[in-house]
Nanobody
């Protein structure tokens, strides 16, 4: 079993920055991706970014390119999402997740592929 706990959310002004953290613990798969998704009220959960835990390869949704950076600290078993140039439309609950690809590669942008999820952390961007 894998446990994920997000932190770092809060209120930030338009154009500001925020760094989210996700503590990973428990029995992780031999091969996995760490991902970030977000969900605004009344909308579907959408992909933000993902990273291959082993080699650090990254994947970004168009909304994140140039503004958000995903990273991980292997020693601390922590996943990060650095967000900059924030806009009101970035307001949402942000979730971290783990996708097991021990049996083969899977599409990192599909929420259903992820087997483990954190509780979410609220990010509010004021205009």
């Amino acid at each position: 079993q894998v446990q994920l706990v997000e932190s770092g959310g809060g209120l930030v002004q338009v154009g500001g920055s925020l760094r989210l953290s996700c503590a990973v613990s428990g029995r992780t798969p031999s091969k996995y991706y760490g991902g970030w998704f977000r969900q605004a009220p009344g909308k579907e959960r959408e992909f933000v970014a993902a990273i291959t835990w082993s080699d650090g390869s990254t994947y970004y949704a168009d909304l994140a390119k140039g503004r958000f950076t995903i990273s991980r600290d292997n020693a601390k078993n922590t996943l990060f999402l650095q967000m900059s140039s924030l806009k009101p439309e970035d307001t949402a609950v942000y979730y971290c997740a783990v996708l097991d690809y021990s049996r083969g590669y899977r599409p990192v942008s599909v929420a259903h592929e992820y087997g483990y999820w954190g509780q979410g952390t609220q990010v509010t961007v004021s205009s």
